[in-house]
């Protein structure tokens, strides 16, 4: 099968970051302190930062949420470059990727339903990859014959990848017609050239298990640096499945000021700290990567 799957074939030569909401929810403290690390890491090396919604599973998106996030960022003066890329209008760009995999014979329809993979062990074993099952129905998985052994994180350093975590055969598309994260999520960073990428800590695995897409289908990855993700306690990661709470748009510049402490930056007494655009030009001339905790975690009270 011919693909349409096309991979850039200039690098960019100027920095290209970019941050990529769920619209699961409103902003909380520790999206934003992605969204900030992200923004502050592009704009420090007079970057580009752009944007992406990751609406691409409408049974989990809340109604309204990518509209009130694209508000959050504006209030807290993070205006990203060009226009927002949406996941949900390119569903033909994912299937370009599918059908890239599928003429190298690296994927495989799997029949078996959670219950059954979860009896089996925590991750898929592999058991539908000689089936030759048809697709209809069916959920896709990506035959995972890249080994991926270690990410050199820019920030972290030397991560080793969990072997049995790392090969396993992920899904990329869902039996109920969606495509999955993964595939979603790589092949829009090749499209946009994104040059690195700046995620919390708690994607680390999903970072691993892309680098064997970016392989697969035949693009360089950009480079990953992975912020501490802002947690209630030990394992509790604030997210918008915990319900964490919001922040305000009326309270931005607080909230900048307390997103950059936990980045390890406290903006001087000599800035107007009730401005946005004070805080983010001050933060922008003082951002350090040696300032930010190495731990995969911040706890806050
Ligand atoms: N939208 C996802 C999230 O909010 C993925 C982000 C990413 O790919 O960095 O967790």
């Not at 992920?170 to 495509?179: A, E």
């Amino acid at each position: 099968m011919l693909s349409n799957f096309q991979t850039p074939t200039t690098e960019s030569p100027q920095y290209v970051g970019r941050f990529a909401p769920s619209p699961s929810g409103p902003l909380h403290l520790g999206s934003l302190v992605t969204a900030l690390g992200s923004y502050l890491r592009a704009k420090s090396q007079q970057g580009k930062w752009l944007l992406r919604i990751d609406d691409l599973d409408p049974p989990r998106e809340v109604p309204g949420a990518s509209d009130d996030i694209l508000f959050t960022l504006e209030q807290h003066g993070l205006l990203w470059d060009g226009e927002p890329l949406y996941q949900s209008q390119r569903t033909s760009h994912y299937q370009a990727g599918l059908e890239k995999l599928q003429s190298d014979n690296l994927t495989y329809a799997c029949e078996c339903t959670r219950k059954q993979i979860k009896l089996q062990g925590p991750y898929y074993s592999g058991s539908c990859c000689n089936k030759n099952l048809s697709e209809s129905g069916l959920a896709i998985r990506f035959r995972n014959n890249f080994t991926v052994t270690s990410l050199l994180d820019q920030h972290l350093g030397k991560i080793k990848a969990d072997p049995i975590a790392t090969s396993e055969d992920f899904i990329v598309k869902r039996k109920d017609g969606y495509y999955a994260y993964h595939l979603a999520a790589v092949v829009d960073d090749i499209f946009q050239q994104v040059t690195e990428i700046v995620r919390g800590a708690d994607l680390l695995q999903p970072t691993l298990c892309q680098l064997a897409l970016y392989q697969a289908l035949g693009a360089t990855p950009p480079k990953f640096l992975h912020l501490p993700v802002i947690s209630t306690a030990v394992g509790m990661k604030l997210s918008k499945q915990n319900h964490a709470q919001a922040i305000m748009a009326n309270a931005a510049p607080q909230n900048l000021v307390h997103a950059l402490h936990l980045l390890g930056l406290t903006p001087s007494d000599d800035i107007d700290k009730t401005k946005v655009t004070d805080i983010l030009n001050w933060a922008v001339a003082h951002w350090s990567l040696a300032k930010v905790s190495k731990n995969p975690e911040i706890i806050i009270d």
